[in-house]
């Protein structure tokens, strides 16, 4: 068998979409489930969107993913140039074959032209289609002109009879009426291929096996598959792939800000995580398992199980996903990626290490970090109403009496450094006071924390806040109560 090749091929755009992202992947996925290559191109012929450090993006998203390419405009190839950009000469020479072949031919129809025409389409209500007149000029004549210095474009030829058909591997048999597909133009007056031009010719001279994309080429594959017919080309295998959509009606929009891998990794999310996440748009494995490395992804994936049906991008699955990843990590691993995240929240003298071992089973997304904990540095303004717990039964009466008693027993412990100490003597409380452990535990997290939901609860709370601070809150606490209870 053949050795698998497959692209992706960025146009560089300035951001990597999520669905651009995904095609990269599978075309990952495919190309090493056996052993083939998978090689980066830069298709970058529309130079007038062309955007500064773009490409840099691209190589910059591909390894922090951990999509190794093989080929490259970076690492080479015995296949390049991999910049479209830098092929010009080729495509003209092919080109022009494709003329002597009757695949294509020269065209000196001025833009007014043929807008002319596109708009008298438009009126009518009628799918455009350019009627062009230059298919009549002889070849020689053409030359002729050319020789003249008349510009003009090299469009494709399209007999009107018959049908074309190919079998995607998605989608299955897609056939269309020859009549019905748009003589485009191949090669642009200023010697740029377009994308209908350029990635025939670059799939072809490169060796591509197997042609991944987004399905919105699905309908002018067979336009495509006329120019291989023409040049005597094995056609590629074809895997067209479904949209990621943000729902049902809408795509997802670079102006929504959720569109792009860097969008995500600045709210918060793990390069892995979304690897793994966008794995499962449009694809699926046999088994309900869900996180994946991309070894195993490597092993498991078939062509076969991607869906037709467009992928809905679901940010609370991601969300969910991405704190599955950092629970795995190691307390050093995670704590590194939340230090960025402390600073300007915490200035006092904390053991930070303590604070990421709390928040790294609650952290979904590193961007909630400094919410989860603004009351380290100062106890925030509570309402006392928060020492009511219905369901442990906590009155201000049992609060009151809880956070006395917290405060005489931790007034009278002296090793604070470790977790441990704080959690023996609040935990020999409840059975002294003829309580449950939530009505001890609860109030003295509020008293600390003063706040509802904490990451960790009131023993990690006092050890990481120190002997002086957590006696300091307890006391404000009580004073809080004490004037409620009065007030009673
Ligand atoms: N440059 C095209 C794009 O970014 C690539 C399409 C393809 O993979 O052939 O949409």
């Not at 020859?178 to 025939?200: H, Q, R």
């Not at 792939?241 to 999310?269: E, T, W």
């Not at 694809?283 to 869906?307: G, N, V």
Request: proline content about 4%; glycine content about 6%.
């Amino acid at each position: 068998m053949k050795k698998i090749r497959t692209r992706f091929a960025p146009s560089p755009t300035g951001y990597m979409h999520i669905g651009n992202l995904r095609t990269a992947l599978f075309e990952y996925l495919i190309a090493k489930h056996e052993n083939g290559d998978f090689l980066l191109r830069i298709e970058d012929t529309d130079q007038e969107r062309k955007v500064e450090g773009a490409v840099d993006i691209i190589y910059e998203t591909m390894r922090e993913v951990g999509l190794h390419h093989d080929e490259g405009p970076d690492i080479g190839g015995d296949f390049g140039p991999y910049v479209q950009s830098e092929r010009l000469p080729m495509y003209k020479e092919y080109a022009d074959r494709l003329v002597e072949l009757g695949g294509a031919h020269y065209c000196f129809c001025s833009e007014e032209a043929v807008e002319k025409q596109r708009k008298e389409c438009e009126l009518i209500n009628k799918a455009f289609k350019y009627d062009d007149p230059c298919k009549h000029i002889s070849l020689e004549e053409a030359r002729k002109r050319i020789e003249s210095g008349e510009p003009y474009v090299v469009r494709q030829t399209i007999r009107h009879d018959g049908a074309t058909y190919f079998d995607d591997e998605v989608y299955g048999r897609i056939e269309v009426d020859n009549d019905i597909l748009d003589e485009s133009v191949l090669l642009k007056s200023d010697g740029y291929p377009t994308y209908n031009f350029a990635n025939i010719i670059d799939d072809h001279t490169m060796g591509i096996t197997h042609v991944v994309r987004g399905n919105e080429y699905l309908s002018s594959t067979p336009k495509y598959n006329l120019v291989y017919q023409a040049y005597g080309w094995d056609i590629p295998t074809y895997v067209h792939v479904p949209p990621v959509m943000k729902d049902d009606h809408q795509k997802l929009s670079k102006r929504n800000g959720d569109a792009s891998f860097q969008d995500l990794v600045k709210k918060g999310y793990l390069p892995q995580a979304i690897l793994n996440y966008i794995a499962l748009l449009g694809w699926a494995p046999e088994s309900e398992q869900e996180i994946y490395t991309l070894q195993e992804l490597i092993e498991i994936f078939d062509i076969k199980r991607i869906s037709k049906s467009p992928a809905i991008f679901d940010i609370n699955k991601l969300t969910w996903m991405n704190g599955m990843y950092l629970r795995a990590m190691s307390l050093d691993e995670f704590h590194e990626l939340a230090l960025p995240y402390y600073d300007g929240v915490i200035q006092s003298d904390v053991d930070l290490k303590a604070v990421s071992k709390i928040l790294q089973q609650r952290v979904e997304v590193l961007t909630q970090i400094p919410e989860m904990i603004d009351f380290i540095d100062a106890l925030p303004e509570y309402d006392i109403e928060m020492y009511i717990h219905k369901k442990m039964k906590t009155t201000y009466e049992i609060a009151l009496k809880a956070l006395q008693a917290s405060e005489k027993a931790l007034a009278d412990l002296n090793d604070w450094s470790s977790e441990e100490s704080v959690h023996e003597v609040l935990l020999a409380l409840p059975a002294q006071l003829e309580m449950k452990n939530g009505q001890v535990l609860w109030p003295v997290r509020t008293a600390l924390s003063g706040k509802q939901f904490t990451p960790g609860g009131a023993i990690e709370i006092a050890h990481i806040l120190g002997k002086d601070e957590a006696l300091r809150r307890i006391a404000v606490g009580i004073q809080k109560l004490e004037a409620a209870v009065h007030e009673s």
